[in-house]
Structures are given as C-alpha cells and as structure tokens.
C-alpha cells in the first residue's frame, strides 16, 4: 500500500501524518453533509466512550463517501480530540466568551486530552486511544484574554492549541504530545503496521 486517506480537515492531522512518511489524500464532508451532528454528546457519556464513539461515525461518514464518490480502494484514517476536566468536555468554543470560561477553567489545573484513532480497509477496522495529561499554570485574566485575543483557541478542543502560544503556560504534559496536537503518532503507526503499512 502506498496511499491511504485521511478523513480529517485538520491540518496538524495532516502535518503529523507527513511526518510518519505517509502519503494520503483527504477525504473531506461534502458541504451537504453535517459532520458537526457526529460530535453531540449523548447524556453523561464518559469522555473515552464519547471520543471513540465519534472517530466511529466519522469512519462511517468516509466509507460512504469514499464508495459513493467510487474512489479506488484504500486504508481510510479518522480521529477524534476531546479535552477532559474529570467528566467534563471541553469541545470547541461557541465564541470568545466560550473560550475565556474554558480557559479559566484549565487554569492552574491538570487536565486529559484524549484522542482516539481509527482506520478501516476492506472489512478490518482497527482503533486505538491516546490518553495524556497536561497541567496549566496559574493565567491571569490578562493573560487569558491576551491569548484569546490571537484567535488561536477557536475551533481547537479545550480552546488552546499544544503547539502554539499556549505552550508558555503549560507547567507539564504526561503522554503522547502528538495525541494532544490531534494525532498520536505511535498509536497512528501501531495501526497501519497492521495493515501491512511498512513504517
């Protein structure tokens, strides 16, 4: 095999998985479709159960795409990034009042980001979950408005992004820090190994 795609508009996926040395093309929604109805939570789901249940339908999403658009056959790649405080998710926010209550949130507290992964040819799918642990220092409400005031926490779970300005406030990470970007690379390259991918 030497393609596989990736069903992610993400970038940092992208960048992560050029990393590995893999070559993909993305698969991406169709403006019909409503991806962001994958991502409701269903009661007091767990964050894991949560996480893993949604790479799950976005697999779905691209496998019917990938056969409804006739594209050759190929590993289709899906992942999913929740941001944890105990049982408490932290999506993406709404808007910047959204980010600034999520970030005083994480202040001076250690949180999970998990990611999970999932990869399917033919009949086998394959999955895989990074979970991490990152604590904040103490941010100020300068500080936090400042960062806010970027543009960088909209659209990332947990309203920060590892790999950019909100590493200066970060005290520690235990884990994967690829997981944490949105793609963890041992658990990425476990799985297409399986799938004969020589890496």
Excluded at 70 to 77: K, M, Y
Excluded at 99 to 128: D, F, I, N, P, Y
Excluded at 141 to 157: H, S
């Amino acid at each position: 095999m030497d393609l596989i795609y990736l069903a992610s508009q993400s970038p940092r996926r992208a960048q992560l998985l050029e990393q590995l040395g893999v070559r993909f093309e993305k698969l991406l929604p169709d403006p019909d479709e409503d991806a962001e109805a994958l991502e409701a939570v269903h009661g007091l789901e767990p964050p894991a159960r949560y996480v893993q249940r949604v790479t799950g339908l976005k697999l779905d999403a691209a496998l019917e795409r990938l056969y409804r658009l006739g594209l050759p056959p190929a590993p289709v790649l899906c992942a999913d990034t929740t941001v944890a405080l105990g049982r408490q998710m932290l999506g993406k926010p709404a808007d910047v009042k959204d980010a600034r209550r999520m970030l005083r949130a994480l202040s001076g507290r250690t949180h999970r980001v998990l990611t999970a992964v999932a990869v399917q040819h033919g009949c086998r799918r394959l999955q895989a979950l990074s979970v991490s642990n990152v604590t904040f220092a103490h941010l100020s409400a300068a500080q936090i408005g400042a960062y806010v005031a970027t543009g960088e926490p909209m659209g990332k779970a947990g309203a920060y992004a590892v790999q950019g300005r909100a590493a200066v406030h970060i005290e520690r990470i235990a884990g994967s820090y690829s997981g944490i970007m949105g793609l963890p690379l041992r658990q990425t390259a476990l799985l297409l190994r399986s799938l004969g991918w020589d890496l």
